[in-house]
């Protein structure tokens, strides 16, 4: 059997009447602004940093075992205030290297998600009005390769992410359902079950900053644990064949939805 990736964004509420307002997610009733994409997102997440930062980190290291089907067409960096310091942004455009069709369709939206940075860089755009930069992240597990392209909007910390799976051998763009039971050899409903009790302590760990409010939080929790917002779900292969999933959730301020990462499953056998 195989069976897990957890991220943390912290949401400070206190002084609510003070709370940025947070981006929308794609496909849950907002609009996308301007400085977005026109390209439809297969995933798309809001999260919230309590704090200035002076540079933009990945959550974790690429796995370069996956440079060998991924190679990078541009990478452009550029600096721009934040707050009284300096922030220090990257835009890396990857491209899948195999021959097939699917991987076309891939290779097109992963250009498109960096187009409009690249092209604002070109016209010397000041960029804190287009994007905190792009990138991603790459799992090559056995046959299955994951790559899952991460994009930060300005000012108000939106961050959008796109899941990719493909078959090494093949070429080809593997489902959910293909995944979870050729690659994780589990079922659908165990893998659901187990990221609806990860979703329910991320939640709870984010509830526990919250003083008062406790009927909204229910109310939050409630449609977050719903098959509505589970059915948003995106799974991928992390480090060491660990079932992962981005995963929308409800809270208390802000847009209708945001998303996070999460691990479903531990360290599973290779595929």
């Known amino acids: 059997m195989k069976h897990r990736f957890i991220g943390t964004a912290a949401a400070l509420l206190a002084a609510l009447m003070c709370t940025a307002a947070f981006s929308a997610c794609t496909g849950v009733n907002k609009t996308i602004d301007k400085n977005e994409t026109t390209a439809e997102a297969t995933a798309a997440a809001v999260t919230t940093a309590a ?29 721009m205030p934040w ?8 835009c890396v455009q990857p491209e899948l290297t195999f021959s097939s069709e699917d991987a076309g369709e891939a290779n097109s939206e992963l250009a498109e998600h960096c ?12 960029m804190s009005n287009v994007s905190k930069g792009v990138e991603y992240k790459a799992y090559l597990n056995g046959k299955t390769l994951s790559l899952v392209q991460i994009t930060r909007a300005p000012v108000n910390q939106s961050v959008y992410y796109y899941v990719y799976n493909f078959d090494t051998e093949s070429g080809t763009r593997l489902s959910d359902a293909e995944l979870i039971e050729e690659r994780a050899l589990t079922t659908v409903e165990e893998a659901r079950s187990r990221l609806s009790e990860r979703e329910a302590e991320y939640f709870d760990q984010k509830a526990s900053q919250v003083n008062g409010m406790q009927d909204m939080l229910d109310k939050a929790k409630e449609r977050t644990l719903s098959d509505e917002y589970l059915d948003k779900a995106r799974y991928y292969l992390a480090d060491r064949n660990t079932l992962s999933a981005m995963f929308y959730y409800v809270w208390i301020a802000g847009a209708e939805a945001y998303c996070d990462t999460t691990e479903v499953f531990p360290h599973l056998p290779e595929y």
């Open 83 to 90: 707050g009284e310091q300096t922030l220090e942004c990257t």
């Open 51 to 79: 704090e200035e930062t002076t540079s933009v980190p990945p959550s974790e290291a690429t796995t370069h075992a996956a440079d060998e089907y991924i190679r990078i067409v541009r990478q452009e960096k550029w600096t």
């Open 115 to 126: 187009r409009f940075v690249f092209e604002a860089l070109d016209r010397g755009e000041e």
